[in-house]
């Protein structure tokens, strides 16, 4: 069970500094492990919303979607997250 200080105190700074990514991951990556995977995929499309090429959030949204039962949904951000990983191994490589 989520600590519920722990995570309004979270929430709180997240909103604070909504430009801190990895703050915004933490926060994903918790509500996950509490099981409030609505929540955490919430949080994830509006990260996504502002840097759609974010291959941690994307991964994260299709933890939540799957934790949703929503597999279509969990499916179509683990295909975008692969595309991107691929496209960035081949950018490497040139």
Request: hydrophobic fraction near 45%.
């Amino acid at each position: 069970m989520l600590d519920p200080e722990l995570l309004s105190g979270l929430e709180e700074a997240v909103e604070a500094a909504p430009e801190n990514r990895k703050l915004h991951l933490h926060l994903i990556a918790l509500l996950l492990s509490g099981g409030l995977s609505d929540r955490a995929l919430g949080h994830a499309q509006w990260l996504l919303l502002h840097e759609p090429d974010n291959k941690d959030a994307l991964l994260l949204a299709a933890q939540a979607a799957e934790a949703l039962e929503d597999d279509e949904r969990a499916d179509r951000y683990r295909r975008v997250a692969e595309a991107l990983t691929q496209m960035s191994e081949s950018s490497d490589a040139a």
